[in-house]
């Protein structure tokens, strides 16, 4: 297995698909960065949120998540409340190569004000918008802004491909097109 460089994934986002819409470049310009990076992409945040009501919820339970205690929200922007979270989209759509792992991390900008990103890896032909949790430790309120990076994936090529994919095993998540609370 080999991490790839920024040519490869140009060239398998233009072969396969991989990620639409795609940015070649890394975009800055007084935005916070993404696009192709020196071994992965750095993806945005759509302007899709779903924050939870805790004000209504009693507690958690990932085997039995109730659609009602959720608020969904559109805009530009978002706040996170402090030591609180919300789930997040991509803007970008993907499609993983059967040879391919993707591992994704928060960017740095975030970080820096107490945001962490929280993603499982892109499985061998997963597809779909990614769901993401947007946990902010900080004691105060971060921004967090549509349409600007909110994360870098890394592409991992294997040697061979892999046995069973993620589409083989119809995975829960798979394509989907909206932001996805836990599920059974």
Not at 75 to 88: D, F, H, K
Not at 103 to 117: D, E, F, H, L, N
Not at 160 to 165: N, P
Request: aromatic letters at 12%.
């Amino acid at each position: 297995m080999g991490v790839m460089p920024d040519c490869w994934i140009t060239e398998m986002a233009r072969k396969h698909c991989m990620i639409r819409p795609f940015a070649r470049n890394k975009i800055r310009s007084g935005r916070i960065s993404y696009g192709v990076s020196s071994y992965g992409y750095d993806f945005r945040l759509s302007n899709e949120f779903k924050v939870p009501a805790f004000g209504v919820a009693k507690r958690w339970d990932p085997k039995k998540m109730d659609h009602t205690l959720w608020i969904d929200q559109k805009g530009s922007s978002c706040w996170i409340p402090p030591n609180s979270y919300i789930l997040g989209r991509s803007l970008e759509y993907f499609r993983i190569p059967r040879d391919v792992l993707a591992i994704c991390q928060g960017k740095s900008t975030y970080a820096r004000c107490g945001v962490i990103v929280n993603v499982t890896p892109f499985e061998p032909e997963w597809e779909g918008y990614v769901t993401m949790s947007l946990v902010n430790a900080a004691p105060v309120s971060v921004r967090i802004y549509a349409g600007e990076g909110i994360a870098q994936v890394v592409f991992v090529k294997a040697e061979k491909e892999c046995v069973t994919s993620y589409a083989d095993r119809k995975g829960k998540y798979q394509a989907q097109k909206k932001i996805q609370i836990a599920r059974l």
